[in-house]
Nanobody, 118 residues
């Protein structure tokens, strides 16, 4: 069972913003792990977007979203956030979270759909 639930997606106009949420289960040791965001656009493979350290003090990004997206986390709430800004049509995708090295297991949650359209 995947220990995360993603939410917060929706329909947004180009240039708009959204905040996605990834909540870990009670039994998952959230504070111990680097966390990741991925997305999968229609007809394409899953794409890594970025990661945040366990403490939340550093992030690393894929070039196409660097400067537009931000990751934060609240370890007390076992929750990670992906802040999407200046959205483009090519950002339309299902967005997923996972942990390091959980992404290697092939197990993923339902994700949350983001659609950017006018």
């Amino acid at each position: 069972q995947v220990p995360f639930v993603e939410s917060g997606g929706g329909l947004v106009q180009p240039g708009g913003s959204l905040r996605l949420t990834c909540v870990a289960s009670e039994t998952f040791s959230f504070i111990s792990y680097y966390m990741l965001w991925y997305r999968q656009a229609p007809g394409k493979g899953r794409e890594w977007l970025g990661r945040i350290t366990a403490s939340g003090d550093d992030t690393h990004w894929e070039d196409s979203v660097k400067g537009r997206f931000t990751i934060t986390r609240d370890n007390a709430k076992k929750t990670m956030y992906l802040h999407l800004n200046n959205l483009r049509s090519e950002d339309t995708a299902v967005y997923f979270c996972n942990y390091v090295p959980g992404q290697l297991s092939g197990r993923w949650g339902q994700g949350t759909q983001v659609t950017v359209a006018s």
